[in-house]
């Protein structure tokens, strides 16, 4: 890559140029000692859940997906508070009246994070329609659970795929429409959808899957959200395009926006994004995981490309280095 190709982003050259990539993270993703289970912590792997669960026939659950990262100031939750207010909102569409607020649960997300002593890990947050009988009104009968558990998590996809990218297809299987289902809702029901798409990519041999609407635009991959660049703009789609609202997403385009990145967000079609110049995608777990491949059509990658300039703004931002956005952390204490 070309010089002249750094000084297309200039707005992000103030951003330490340290390689954020090389700082060791877990390889595993060892489960911790402690759980948050109703409201209190108990010793993790010694709860059970009744085999008549409504959430396990009818996929009645809600989640969330956060991650820790270390700080200066010791583990830190990143936007916390957004992703227990989506949590809520995801309950509230499948009529689940959890008996916890926004604080109680971000307060037992830092609890049990803490008892947990991790610092790269992820936290899942899952609200779920326990025992009632087998019809399909569990709001009625059953009971609303709700645990916080956590666990080490260092890349999703392996260093290699933050630094070069994965290879993607379209899938065959493509998103239900926000019309039959809340799209936006991240409900453990909405994610038979992407297994589909995730087992299909699987078998025949690439990293992840891309899933096209009913009107052929893009909707997300199996589990984040898709960004393409074209000349010096940014490009994504947004909920009209069935996806679910990604907080990494919300991020990545407060960050291009902090470096006056032009952005337009609007649905876009397979052939648009096969002409992009770069591809990546978005999420908790995958964080900004460049594209390099879809259907065999290749797009750049490396570090002159905006998924870099992003990703390296996004890694200084959850670790505490960007003081324009020390809001999103949440110190998890000693
Ligand atoms: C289908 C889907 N879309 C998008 C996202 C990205 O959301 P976030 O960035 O909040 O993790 C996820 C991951 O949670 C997902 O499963």
């Excluded at 902090?258 to 876009?268: G, L, S, T």
């Excluded at 964080?287 to 300039?309: C, M, S, W, Y």
Aim: charge should be negative.
């Amino acid at each position: 890559m070309s010089v002249d190709a750094v000084v297309e982003w200039p707005n992000f050259l103030h951003i330490p140029q340290e390689d954020s990539l090389t700082v060791s993270r877990p390889k595993g993703q060892a489960l911790s000692p402690y759980i948050w289970w109703n409201g209190e912590i108990q010793t993790a792997q010694t709860q059970s859940i009744h085999y008549y669960a409504n959430a396990l026939h009818y996929g009645t659950a809600v989640f969330e997906g956060i991650r820790c990262y270390p700080t200066e100031g010791g583990p830190a939750l990143f936007r916390l508070e957004d992703h227990m207010q989506r949590l809520l909102g995801s309950a509230k569409l499948y009529g689940m009246n959890v008996p916890y607020t926004v604080e109680q649960l971000c307060q037992g997300a830092i609890d049990v994070t803490r008892k947990n002593g991790v610092s790269n890990a992820y936290i899942r947050p899952l609200a779920f329609f326990g025992y009632g009988p087998i019809d399909i009104t569990p709001k009625k009968e059953c009971s609303v659970n709700v645990f916080i558990a956590t666990r080490e998590l260092g890349y999703f996809l392996g260093e290699k795929a933050l630094r070069n990218g994965i290879r993607t297809m379209v899938s065959s299987w493509r998103k239900f429409p926000h019309a039959c289902m809340p799209t936006m809702a991240k409900a453990s029901g909405h994610y038979a959808n992407s297994v589909l798409a995730a087992h299909e990519a699987y078998d025949r041999g690439f990293d992840d899957a891309i899933l096209l609407n009913l009107d052929g635009t893009v909707s997300s991959t199996s589990g984040g959200n898709v960004f393409f660049v074209k000349g010096h703009t940014l490009f994504t789609n947004d909920e009209t395009s069935a996806i679910v609202p990604g907080i990494t997403r919300d991020s990545v385009l407060t960050l291009a926006r902090d470096a006056d990145v032009e952005v337009k967000i609007r649905p876009f079609t397979r052939e648009e994004l096969l002409r992009a110049d770069e591809v990546f995608e978005t999420g908790t777990a995958a964080e900004i995981t460049p594209i390099h491949e879809i259907d065999g059509v290749e797009f750049r990658t490396g570090k002159n490309t905006l998924a870099a300039q992003l990703q390296r703004t996004y890694m200084a931002a959850v670790t505490g280095k960007n003081a324009q956005h020390a809001d999103w952390l949440t110190l998890v204490g000693s």
